[in-house]
């Protein structure tokens, strides 16, 4: 029997990533063993669960459960614990996905264990180096035998940076395969029990309604900022009812500066975090989506949707070239500018982008198969 392969997932935005590739590896290899290790970075049930039962991701083989902490704190357990697993397991390679600290964590123990590394989502860059997750693509790719690119702009980035283009393979977009996959089950909002008080101010107002997500350090940690983009997004919430599912972390946040009042259920209206088809039904029927997630403005500029980024730089430009998705940073003027700007006219258009076909994964897969069957991986 061949070495397997040991495949990484930790928070959220993992578990989109990581269904197709896990499914195509199924449909391709049925002989061949791939593992699935979930380090535990996310932990809530509302950020775990509810994903692997809607995308039908497996159970884990191996579960860590690190859990929260300082950067230093969770990156280090992470691989104190990955370490033995490797030496048990013995893969063949690993394969992690995105730039969270547990695709990081993972790749360095891996590759000084001489196992190589794969890494799905690769060569994004947003040139903030303020950012944890930028530090965490910089390594992670510095650190891969084998790259998959979202868009052709990655290779430019990681030409720069040294990377053999060799390595390097544009694949299109496996979190498009997901949203493609699951678009018919998508739920609306009148079938989301979660969402029932929400519903009703929506439907009194009768004038559709927009989307908010938030959880990026520069925008929910500091104090000044977030009260800031919460009155912005009240007075938006005035023109169109926000609904807003709160991320752990924005929720803490919120308490702890007592900003609830901000968010007084009429026209910015809080949920908890939604699982995936929820969400999903949720921003296909949106009239706009606000956010500062990466994942959301490429599954905005899927669906169609226009969608403003609160903030200054994107590691993902052909949102912005090709597809829906708009700078705003987090001025209150420029924001609601541009909110006026949709509501009048609809916003932009975009078109998919190349290779955000629904079968990015099966392209990785073949070439991953075929990779790993030359023996004698590269580091
Ligand atoms: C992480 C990723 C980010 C991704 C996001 C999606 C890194 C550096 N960041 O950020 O790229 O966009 O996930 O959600 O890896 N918490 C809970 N329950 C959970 C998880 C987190 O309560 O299940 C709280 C904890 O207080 C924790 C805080 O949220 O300290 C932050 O969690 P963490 O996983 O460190 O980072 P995220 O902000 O979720």
Known sequence: MSAPLLCVVGARPNFMKIAPIMAAWRARAPQRPALLLHTGQHYDESMKRQFFE????????????????SHAVQTAQIMLQFEPVLERVRPAAILVVGDVNSTVACALTAI?????????????????????????????DQLSARLYLTERSAFDNLLREGIESSRCRFV?????????????????????????????????????????????????????????????LNQIGRRLPLIFPLHPRT?????????????????????????????????????????????????TTALGVPCLTLRENTERPITLTEGTNTLVGRDPATILAQVEEILASGGKRGRAPELWDGHAAERIVDDLLAWLDRGDLPL
Do not use: C, F, W
């Open 54 to 69: 809607q995308l039908q991701i497996p159970q884990p083989d191996i579960d860590l459960g690190v859990g929260s902490g």
């Open 172 to 232: 299109g977009n496996v979190m498009i395969d997901t949203l493609h996959h699951h678009s018919r089950a998508a739920l609306p909002l009148a079938q989301i029990p979660a969402l029932a008080q929400p519903q009703r101010q929506v439907a009194v107002r009768g004038a559709g309604h927009g989307v908010v997500t938030l959880h990026r350090p520069a925008n929910v940690d500091d104090p000044q900022v977030l009260r800031r983009l919460l009155e912005t």
């Open 251 to 299: 929720r803490a946040q919120i308490v702890q500066q007592r900003l609830e009042s901000l968010l007084d259920g009429e026209t910015l209206l809080p949920v908890e975090p939604l699982g995936y088809l929820e969400m999903l039904g949720l921003m296909r029927d949106a009239r706009l989506v606000l956010t500062d997630s990466g994942g959301i403005q490429e599954e």
């Open 112 to 140: 000084k264990r001489g196992i190589p590394v794969v890494h799905v989502e690769a060569g994004l860059r947003s040139g903030d180096r303020s950012m944890p997750e930028e530090i965490n693509r910089l390594i992670t």
